[in-house]
């Protein structure tokens, strides 16, 4: 029996053609929307009408979404956040949630080095003036001999360190996940309050969760040094963003680069745009062509998996499983 697949990501289809076609060639009909927009619920509804899958973008996936898509099997997430899926409805929907996590390790922690140097070096600034007409100098600060400070030290984290060691960095790390025995190749803290005091660049990589939404604000930034940059590429809901933008203003930080904000697409007049000292890119860390392909057709076969009867590995709600909700044929599990 061959399912039909909502694929709302735009990603997946510049860069999974091997997900789609091993799709296709198990008989499933891979639907591709008229637009790629962070849709509503309602909107959503719709194009999943009589789907068995979705390899899902950002958009928001909740109890209104599973009740009213009854053929809805999985969501597979095309990328590791999952903060738009609501796991827990999902679940009393019988509904499996995946991601892939993994995937796009390297081209986010190659996005961060990028945008340390950007702060450290204000290449922004110097590419802005030059294309504005202008010529000239702008001080910046080295990188080397420097403190990072790694907020979250998960896969994306360790790779971010690995990275910037050969910046001859001192390196710390706060992850209540982990002990100072189990990483000694950096400097594990257990106060968040200790590593922004004595950094002189903070990164962020942790989940959006409850109890990370907006851990960063007036007071956090305000135990940083005024010299140092703060640098963002996990999930926008981590950051109060006018604390962020009042910081900038006040020179309370020296400043900032954010890939992820708490709404996206960016509206065009956001105050983050003309906030001072702050690179903003379009959540593009992890779009590197060979990370893309990888994540995007990660899912596609996750897809496949489950409805050839195998759990995927990466389930986010396995208990699901066990449930008389389960809206597939319950799979052999590795």
Known sequence: MSWKVLATSRAFWAH????????????????????????????????????????????????????????????????????????????????????????????????????????????????????????????????????????????????????????????????????????TEVVMVSDLNELLAEADFVSVHAPSTPKTARMFARAQFSSMKPSAFFINTSRGALVDEGALIEALETETIAGAALDVTVHEPLPVDDPLRRAPRLILTAHNAFNAREAASRMCNKAAYQVLELMRGTAPAATLNPEVYDSAALRCARPSRP
Not at 126 to 154: F, I, M, N, Q, R
Request: with cysteine.
């Open 16 to 183: 999974a053609q091997d997900g789609i076609r091993a799709l296709e060639e198990a008989g499933c009909e891979v639907v591709r929307p008229d637009v790629f927009i962070k849709y509503s619920p309602k909107e959503l509804i719709a194009l999943l009408d009589g789907c068995d899958a979705s390899l899902a973008s950002s958009e928001t996936y909740n109890e209104e979404v599973f009740s009213a898509c009854p053929s809805l099997k999985i969501v597979a997430r095309c990328g590791v956040g999952y903060d738009a899926v609501d796991v827990a409805a999902a679940t009393r929907a019988g509904v499996v949630c995946t991601n892939t996590p993994g995937a796009m390790v390297d081209a986010v922690a190659d996005f961060t080095v990028g945008l340390i140097l950007m702060c450290a070096r204000r290449m922004g600034e110097l590419d802005a003036l030059v294309h504005a007409g202008g010529w000239g100098e702008l001080s910046g600060t080295l990188v080397t001999g420097k403190t990072l400070g790694l907020v979250g030290y998960g896969q994306i984290g360790r790779a971010v360190a690995r990275r910037m060691s050969g910046f001859d960095m001192r390196i710390l790390a706060c992850d209540p996940a982990y002990s100072a025995s189990d990483h």
